[in-house]
């Protein structure tokens, strides 16, 4: 499961974040596998939807992550 600011994450619904607001990404990962699996790397990647098939991955200044934006998992 993927949560956008507490809220699970839908394809079709459009998460509402204020600009300059601190939102909390959480990533649900469930190994449904008797044995453990990993490593992972998660790697967040933002980018601006104009909602015309046009994406704007160029946030350099725009976007601030504490931390990093890459994740590393041994194993689930």
Not at 10 to 31: Q, R, Y
Not at 40 to 63: R, W
Request: aromatic share 10%; charged share 20%.
């Amino acid at each position: 499961d993927i949560l956008v600011d507490g809220k699970l994450c839908d394809c079709d619904i459009v998460v509402n974040c204020k600009v300059g607001d601190p939102i909390p990404l959480e990533v649900k990962l469930t190994n449904w596998s008797k044995h453990s699996v990993g490593p992972f790397a998660l790697t967040v990647t933002p980018y601006q939807d104009y909602q015309n098939g046009v994406h704007n991955y160029e946030l350099q200044d725009a976007i601030t992550f504490v931390g990093s934006n890459t994740f590393y998992i041994d194993s689930v």
